[in-house]
C-alpha cells in the first residue's frame, strides 16, 4: 500500500515501478494506492499503471476518512514510502500503529520516523528494484514479519498528539521565558 499526496516527490512513481517490478514476480499481489493529486497527475499514473500492465492489480482508492485508512493501513501488508523528503513521515507511525512496516527510501524525515532493520527498511533513494525486492523478503519471511510488526507497535506508542503538544508547549514557554 502507498498513503500520501499522489505528488512526484512522494515517490508515487516509484512507488507504482517497484510494484510493476513485485507483480512480475508475485503476481496475485494487489497495490493499494490512497491520497489524491491533481487530476491531470493522476490519469498520468493510471496510464502509467496501464503501460506496466498492472492496472488490474492497482486500486486508487482516493481520499480516505482515518477509519477507513487505518482499516486499509492494517490489511497491508507493508506500506511503500518512496517519498524523496519528508517532514517527519507521519504515515510511516500511522502503519506501525496497526503493525505494518514500512519499506522505503532512506531520506530525511523518513529516516527519523521508521527505524531501519526494526519497524522497516530504508533503501536507497530512487532505487524501486530495492523497495521491490526489501517488500518481497519482509513479506514473505512470516518470522521476521512478525518481528518487524511488533516491534512497529512498540515503536508507534511513544508518540501521541498529547505528548507532542505538551512538549511544544514546554519549548516554547522556554523561548519565550528565555
Not at 493499494?32 to 493522476?42: A, D, M, N, P, T
Not at 486508487?60 to 517519498?83: E, I, M, R, T
Not at 500503529?97 to 522497516?120: F, I, L, M, N
Request: charged residues 25%; glycine residues 8%.
Amino acid at each position: 500500500m502507498f498513503l500520501g499526496a499522489l505528488a512526484k516527490d512522494k515517490g508515487i512513481e516509484d512507488a507504482i515501478s517497484a510494484f510493476s517490478l513485485i507483480h512480475q514476480a508475485r503476481k496475485s499481489w494487489k497495490f493499494l494506492i490512497v491520497g489524491v493529486g491533481e487530476s491531470k497527475y493522476l490519469e498520468r499514473l493510471k496510464g502509467m499503471c496501464r503501460r506496466l500492465g498492472i492496472a488490474n492489480q492497482v486500486t486508487f482508492v482516493g481520499f480516505c476518512k482515518p477509519d477507513k485508512k487505518f482499516k486499509l493501513l492494517y490489511s497491508a501488508h507493508a506500506l511503500v514510502n518512496p517519498s524523496y523528503r519528508e517532514g517527519w513521515g507521519l504515515v510511516n507511525i500511522e502503519a506501525n500503529a496497526v503493525g505494518t512496516p514500512v519499506v522505503g527510501y532512506r531520506v530525511q524525515g523518513t529516516k527519523d520516523s521508521v527505524r531501519h532493520g526494526e519497524t522497516g527498511i530504508l533503501v536507497l533513494p530512487h532505487r524501486p528494484d530495492l523497495v521491490a525486492e526489501e517488500v518481497i523478503m519482509l513479506v514473505e519471511n512470516r518470522k521476521k514479519y512478525h518481528w518487524f510488526s511488533s516491534n512497529a507497535i512498540k515503536w508507534s506508542k511513544q508518540f501521541s498528539w498529547d505528548k507532542f503538544t505538551r512538549q511544544s508547549l514546554d519549548l516554547l514557554e522556554k523561548t519565550v521565558r528565555g
